[in-house]
């Protein structure tokens, strides 16, 4: 696609990799595809199997999560290091008790259109995270309040 369709999905979607060997998932929602969200951070370790990079509400099969990535793979990765600035993103469907993902990344997105939470961080000076200050109210579903 073009640059503005590539720039839109990444800021949409974020970073995702194909499957390996032609394998397909079909989500929790229905929609089967060949690729699966990918973190973007840096964590502790380096990464070597598709386990440890994959971001998603749907898990991957357990063999997959165990194949090992190319090094191509691996350096195709990108990466939010933990000196950047406070990064919030949406759109992964998460679930728990909002929190930080790491020191200076956050997501917001806690499945609200799924009956989850409505999630927002109160944001003063901090240059870190603080997960005191994530707050949120239950979405319900409607034949709750029946």
């Given at each position: 696609?073009?640059?503005?369709?590539?720039?839109?999905?990444?800021?949409?979607?974020?970073?995702?990799?194909?499957?390996?060997?032609?394998?397909?998932?079909?989500?929790?929602?229905?929609?089967?595809?060949?690729?699966?969200?990918?973190?973007?951070?840096?964590?502790?370790?380096?990464?070597?199997?598709?386990?440890?990079?994959?971001?998603?509400?749907?898990?991957?099969?357990?063999?997959?999560?165990?194949?090992?990535?190319?090094?191509?793979?691996?350096?195709?990765?990108?990466?939010?290091?933990?000196?950047?600035?406070?990064?919030?993103?949406?759109?992964?469907?998460?679930?728990?008790?909002?929190?930080?993902?790491?020191?200076?990344?956050?997501?917001?997105?806690?499945?609200?259109?799924?009956?989850?939470?409505?999630?927002?961080?109160?944001?003063?000076?901090?240059?870190?995270?603080?997960?005191?200050k994530f707050?949120?109210?239950?979405?319900?579903?409607?034949?709750?309040?029946?």
């Open positions: 696609g073009s640059f503005a369709d590539l720039a839109c999905n990444r800021l949409l979607r974020g970073t995702d990799m194909r499957l390996p060997h032609g394998a397909t998932l079909t989500s929790s929602d229905g929609y089967t595809r060949a690729f699966f969200r990918t973190k973007f951070w840096v964590e502790d370790e380096a990464p070597r199997t598709y386990g440890d990079i994959v971001f998603q509400p749907d898990a991957l099969p357990e063999a997959i999560a165990r194949e090992p990535l190319s090094e191509e793979q691996k350096s195709s990765l990108l990466t939010y290091g933990a000196d950047e600035p406070l990064l919030f993103v949406g759109h992964y469907w998460r679930r728990g008790t909002p929190a930080p993902i790491r020191p200076n990344l956050a997501c917001l997105d806690y499945s609200a259109v799924m009956y989850g939470k409505l999630a927002a961080y109160r944001l003063d000076e901090e240059t870190r995270l603080d997960r005191h707050v949120w109210v239950e979405v319900k579903r409607p034949e709750a309040d029946e």
